[in-house]
């Protein structure tokens, strides 16, 4: 953890980039120092039961919209293959367009 010590002291622009890095970091040794400690009693606050009672409507909802970009996707990486050209179309007006001033 002493290693992302002076990481966490550094100042300027690349203190503030790399602060929350140091912080990730040393905290995770930190963990990963203890569980070998752990017994079973304190193991098991990580391991939770998962629970027995359904998802709730957001989930569902998010779920489904989740399930159908997937498919979408699957879809479209089907047709790519197989029409080469018109990828190449795609690709190019897709440059064209972001060149253009908004």
Same mark, same amino acid.
Request: charged share 20%; proline share 5%.
């Given at each position: 953890?002493?290693?992302?010590?002076?990481?966490?002291?550094?100042?300027?622009?690349?203190?503030?980039?790399?602060?929350?890095?140091?912080?990730? =970091?040393?905290? =995770?040794?930190?963990?990963?120092?203890?569980?070998?400690?752990?017994?079973?009693?304190?193991?098991?606050?990580?391991?939770?039961?998962?629970?027995?009672?359904?998802?709730?409507?957001?989930?569902?909802?998010?779920?489904?919209?989740?399930?159908?970009?997937?498919?979408?996707?699957?879809?479209?990486?089907?047709?790519?293959?197989?029409?080469?050209?018109?990828?190449?179309?795609?690709?190019?007006?897709?440059?064209?367009?972001?060149?253009?001033?908004?």
């Amino acid at each position: 953890m002493a290693v992302f010590i002076p990481i966490l002291m550094m100042g300027g622009i690349f203190g503030r980039l790399f602060r929350e890095f140091a912080v990730t =970091c040393g905290r =995770c040794w930190r963990v990963a120092g203890d569980l070998p400690h752990c017994d079973p009693d304190d193991v098991r606050v990580f391991l939770r039961a998962h629970r027995t009672e359904g998802h709730g409507w957001l989930y569902r909802a998010n779920e489904r919209v989740f399930q159908g970009i997937l498919r979408l996707y699957e879809n479209h990486a089907r047709v790519g293959p197989t029409h080469q050209f018109l990828m190449l179309l795609v690709t190019l007006a897709t440059i064209w367009c972001h060149r253009l001033p908004l």
